[in-house]
Every structure is written in C-alpha cells, then in structure tokens.
C-alpha cells in the first residue's frame, strides 16, 4: 500500500462546482508539497504546508494541514476547465532520519477533468 | 526559458541497450533528483544528490546509474534497457538547507522499452 494514500483516484466535476481531493498520511508528515501535472508534462508547484493547522490560498485553490499533521487537502472553488490534470500531493516524514536530504514520498495522485 | 530541462524528451528503445537521459538546471540549485512515474504509483526516488561530490541511491536504484558531471548538471543511465523501465522520467532541482526545500520538476522523458 501506498505510504501517503489519496482519494478520490480520479474525479470528475462540471465547470463551476467545487471539490476537495485528500492525502492521507499513517505517519507524521514534516512537510507536505502539493504539485499539479498536466497529462505527459512536469510537475508545477503550487503550494507547501509545514504547520500543524496552516492553510494557503493561490488564486482558486486552498491547502491546509490538519493540526495533527497526518492529513492534508486541497479544494478548488469554482473549478475550471484549466484546473484539469493530475494533482499529487509529496510529503517528507518528520522521523525519517534521511529528511533533511528533501527526500519526498508521493501519493498515487488524483486525475481531475472538468466538464465545461 | 525553463529552469530545468531534460533530454531528449520522448525515447523509444530496444531491450539490452544503453539509454542516457539528461537533465540541466539554471536554477542554482545544488541538489538533483531523478524519478520515474508508472501509472497508479505516483513518484518514486531512484537516485539523488547534493552536490557533485554527492550521490545516493533512491528507493529503486537497481538497474539505473547516475553521473553528476557538473552542479547544473545530473544524468541518467540504464547500462542494459529491460520493457519494466517503460516509464516517464522526471529530474527535480531543490536549493537544500532550508526548512521547505521544495523541488522543481523539470518537463520529464517518456521512455518505451520494447
């Protein structure tokens, strides 16, 4: 199983609605990465969360970390068209004795299309 | 321009040959990663380093090599090429010594081994 699980594996909304995808961590996370990926393309960066409790905006899309810092989720507002793609969510373990390296571990990621 | 860039992008081989696969950075950064992506497994880690004295094996380093000729640059190798190794490659840089040390990606190499 996958150390850092998120969910749904694909979803599928009509312009204009909101939705939330999750990434479930068993472990403590020290630092939680969120990146978006156009289908054949790279990685874009879009947000990091290191705080128990912290949340970050960027334009649309919200972040937050739980404040037991296990879980993190990403919600969009009133999706688009161009928000489509897959979103992976990256995580760093806080006991990992390796983790200053900025090793990350990655969920499966989630397959977002929106229906204009 | 893009910061980091990775050559050649698309690569079709044959079972048993020797692929390279490169990555460039203008970002500065000291540390290089290399992972691969397969359907349904997100990313995983194959090699990393700090600097270009500096490189360790990631989770699934087996059958892949690395060679960090200078800090801007940081390349992939499969000596002999098996169909398993069909997957897209991706090359991230982070700056390191920081508390967020985030990577950046660069636009990945699609390899098909047959």
């Known amino acids: 199983s996958q150390e850092l699980e998120q969910s749904p594996q694909s979803l599928i909304v009509q312009e204009g609605k909101n939705l939330t995808i999750n990434c479930t961590s068993s472990?403590?996370?020290?630092?939680l990465y969120w990146y978006k990926q156009k289908y054949g393309e790279g990685l874009i960066f879009l947000m990091m969360?290191?705080?128990?409790?912290e949340e970050k905006s960027h334009e649309k899309i919200t972040a937050k970390l739980d404040e037991k810092k296990q879980q993190s989720s990403l919600h969009i507002t009133a999706s688009q068209p161009s928000h489509a793609g897959i979103y992976l969510c990256?995580?760093?373990?806080?006991?990992?004795?390796?983790?200053?390296?900025?090793?990350?571990?990655f969920g499966q990621g989630t397959t977002l299309q929106v229906k204009p | 321009d893009a910061d980091v860039t990775q050559t050649p992008r698309n690569r079709i081989t044959k079972t048993g040959k020797r692929i390279m696969l490169e990555c460039s950075q203008t970002?500065?950064?000291?540390?290089m990663y290399w992972y691969r992506q397969d359907p349904g497994l997100g990313l995983r880690l194959i090699y990393y380093?700090?600097?270009?004295?500096?490189?360790n094996k990631g989770e699934i380093s087996d059958g892949y090599s690395v060679s960090r000729q200078a800090q801007a640059k940081f390349s992939l190798s499969l000596e002999s090429a098996i169909p398993n190794q069909t997957a897209l490659y991706f090359c991230?840089?982070?700056?390191?010594?920081?508390?967020?040390?985030?990577?950046?990606f660069g636009p990945g190499t699609r390899l098909t081994v047959l």
């Open positions: 970002k500065g950064h000291d540390r």
């Open positions: 991230a840089t982070s700056v390191g010594g920081t508390g967020s040390d985030t990577q950046y």
């Open positions: 990256g995580a760093r373990r806080r006991n990992d004795r390796s983790s200053n390296t900025g090793k990350l571990i």
């Open positions: 380093s700090f600097d270009v004295k500096d490189i």
């Open positions: 969360l290191q705080k128990g409790g």
């Open positions: 472990k403590t996370l020290y630092g």
